[in-house]
């Protein structure tokens, strides 16, 4: 259970990224992961909702894009793509796989919200 | 709406850290392990294996990491090397900053080998890099023969792979060329061996492999 510390990770890399007079303008935090980082969606998603009402956007919502995983089947060759972890090679159903990508784990956007029309 | 984009790895602190401590153990010559597995797989008893054979021809050090107690600290302590137990009160990994924090603490100009033993967890010690050189994973008979598939971060990361408790097969449904194969499934680099710290049998061959490591390194 270290998605919790994995929240608070995020919500420190927001607040360095995001200008102090911007920061009551975070609507969104977007993040990659990818299915071998070894953090699971949901329990993110639950200790990001615990910790952002106390943090200084409360009201950013945290945005989870799911990369796939990219690798090479050292049978048959070909390549192989999956949002979720695999096993064996869809392909020939046997091989083993050389994975060169999966382990995404990062912080990608920051959305604000337009500021407040100016008074005329 | 406008837009910041950023690519920042979340873990990027600790990877800092992490390559902050490899550094440090680089200048020193020490080749480092970190050793992981699920609780009681035996990573302590495989240590104290390692220690029998390796001391005092090899000069190693070890940090131990635990939820509670150090129990684990005091068994090593009976070796003769030095030992320091991280409590890491109720967190389930080691960070890069609690091994920065340990070796401030090791002689480390008289070390050629740091074991690091992690916490008894195959889920979060694999995203944590902690400055090690490798990392060595230890799954036991009894444990089933599917782990690597189960928990294919933690495999994927490793070099090498312990099958431990290999004097309980008669008793257990483990098939070691099935687990074999599933390591190998998720890691085709994996280097394999088999062990029971309880007879001793399969030690010497893990002990000459790490050996030879800690002379190339």
Redesign the interface.
Known sequence: MHELGIAQSILEIAREHVPSEDVGRVALIRVRLGPLCGVVGDSLAFCFEALVSDSPFPGARLVIEAVPLVGRCLDCNRTVESTEWIPSCPHCLAGRLQIERGDDLSVSQIELSDPPAEAS | ?????????????NDLVAADNRGRLGRHGIFCINLVSSPGAGKTRLLERTLESLVPTVRVQVIEGDVQTDLDAQRVSRYAVPVVQIVTHG???L?AQLVRDALDQLPLEDADLLVIENVGNL??P???DLGEAIKVVVVSTTEGDDKP?KY???F?RAAALVINKTDLLPYVDCDLAVLRT?A???N?DLEVFETSCRTGAGIEEWCTWLRRHVQNR
Not at chain 2, 4 to 11: A, C, S
């Open positions: 709406m406008s837009v910041i984009t950023i690519e920042r790895k979340v873990l990027e602190k967190a389930c990994h960070e889920v979060c694999a995203s944590f598939l294919p971060a933690m994927r599933h190998r499934q998720v085709p």
